[in-house]
């Protein structure tokens, strides 16, 4: 099964977080392995308004992070028509859009999310969801 990372998942796995958990990074690495690691397309658009924001800073330009990753192995889920009307439909769901947008894509593709949002993980009406903290 597809594990989606959510973006603060991939900005955590990149800088090799402490606050990524020990299982959750097993995890991570046996997706990965098997060829079924992905991230939804908004995440790279959130880590570029971090970085515009500067509220995060990478030490590569972003288009060549974003090649690097898609080479070593990790898949980018495109953002469909569907997906969006989906985030739009979430019930009582109150994330900002962008959360909205990933968990969708979690749930069109059928897949587990990774995240560490307390409002993803305490949304009960989505179940494909794990702990990054674990």
Same mark, same amino acid.
């Given at each position: 099964?597809?594990?989606?990372?959510? =973006?603060? +998942?991939?900005?955590? #796995?990149?800088?090799?977080?402490?606050?990524?958990? /020990?299982?959750?990074?097993?995890?991570?690495?046996?997706? #990965?392995? !098997?060829?079924?690691?992905?991230?939804?397309?908004?995440?790279?658009?959130?880590?570029?308004? #971090? +970085?515009?924001?500067?509220?995060?800073?990478?030490?590569?330009?972003?288009?060549?992070?974003?090649?690097?990753?898609?080479?070593?192995?990790?898949?980018?889920?495109?953002?469909?028509?569907? =997906?969006?009307?989906? !985030?739009?439909?979430?019930? #009582?769901?109150?994330? $900002?859009?962008? $959360?909205?947008?990933?968990?969708?894509?979690?749930?069109?593709?059928? !897949?587990?999310?990774? =995240? !560490?949002?307390? /409002?993803?993980?305490?949304?009960?009406?989505?179940?494909? /969801?794990?702990?990054?903290?674990?």
């Amino acid at each position: 099964m597809m594990l989606l990372l959510d =973006t603060h +998942v991939l900005v955590w #796995l990149d800088e090799g977080s402490t606050r990524l958990g /020990k299982t959750a990074l097993q995890i991570i690495n046996e997706s #990965l392995a !098997a060829g079924q690691l992905g991230v939804a397309t908004i995440c790279f658009w959130e880590i570029a308004l #971090l +970085v515009e924001k500067q509220r995060l800073i990478m030490k590569t330009e972003l288009d060549v992070w974003r090649s690097e990753l898609l080479q070593a192995g990790l898949l980018e889920i495109p953002l469909r028509g569907t =997906t969006a009307i989906r !985030a739009g439909q979430l019930h #009582l769901f109150q994330g $900002d859009p962008a $959360d909205r947008m990933i968990v969708a894509s979690a749930i069109e593709n059928g !897949a587990t999310l990774m =995240t !560490a949002d307390e /409002k993803i993980l305490s949304w009960s009406q989505f179940h494909q /969801k794990i702990d990054a903290r674990l």
